[in-house]
């Protein structure tokens, strides 16, 4: 095996096993949530944020040498901005959907629930999609904000403030991902979504990843660093 190919294994590797763990954190926590909080959707909702946002600063540092973007929206923009090849970026977004469903199915087993559930949780209507535009705008707007301008230190609380944030302020608690996406349609629990709702939200992912991108061209048109998020 050639050294590009080992590491792009490790890359791969890398954002499969983030992936993962970022998925039990979501639905894990939506889970425990519930339980904890059966008549507070608001507490429920504070408990899901918190959960999310920490599990996603301490994943981002242990596993940024690596690779760290864990969502295929912020590894389109990469490979639109030169930073990896298309086939790179292929391989990761693989990575990224399959350990979306691990994660999906080792949440649903830890909290003695079938495997696999599919969700009834219709997430419906022009304000929800819109805010999966602006989640995921924002959310890439300061990852390239961030490392284009030369702190990829602190790409991990940036990302990880944000997403905890932003499930408050955006309609659609902000799941600004598409492999996260995916994977929470296997789950019939608070962290949900219905099949039905999901190929509309991933259409507003793209939407607004390729808004932040051209946002970001302009705002930072010559990066002061030459890496990723990895």
Do not use: C
């Not at 890359?11 to 507070?40: C, H, K, M, N, Y």
């Not at 991933?202 to 991108?213: C, E, F």
């Amino acid at each position: 095996m050639t050294k590009s190919a080992t590491d792009l294994g490790r890359r791969a590797a890398a954002e499969a096993l983030g992936t993962t763990f970022l998925v039990v954190a979501v639905i894990g926590s939506g889970i425990a949530a519930q339980r904890l909080s059966p008549d507070d959707v608001g507490l429920q909702l504070l408990e899901n944020s918190l959960a999310t946002g920490a599990a996603l600063v301490a994943l981002i540092l242990a596993l940024q040498p690596v690779s760290a973007a864990f969502n295929p929206v912020v590894t389109l923009v990469e490979r639109a901005l030169g930073q990896i090849s298309s086939a790179d970026a292929a391989a990761l977004v693989v990575a990224q959907l399959a350990g979306g469903f691990v994660g999906a199915v080792v949440a649903n087993l830890m909290f003695d629930l079938d495997a696999v559930s599919i969700s009834g949780h219709d997430r419906t209507g022009g304000g929800v999609l819109l805010g999966e535009v602006v989640a995921t705008f924002g959310l890439v707007l300061l990852i390239f904000g961030s490392l284009r301008s030369g702190r990829e230190s602190i790409v991990a609380v940036t990302v990880g403030g944000y997403i905890a944030a932003a499930y408050w302020f955006t309609s659609s608690t902000s799941f600004a991902n598409p492999a996260v996406t995916a994977a929470r349609m296997f789950s019939d629990s608070f962290a949900g979504i219905a099949p039905s709702s999901v190929l509309p939200f991933v259409g507003m992912q793209l939407i607004g990843g390729a808004l932040a991108l051209g946002t970001v061209r302009f705002l930072y048109p010559a990066t002061t660093h030459p890496g990723a998020t990895r």
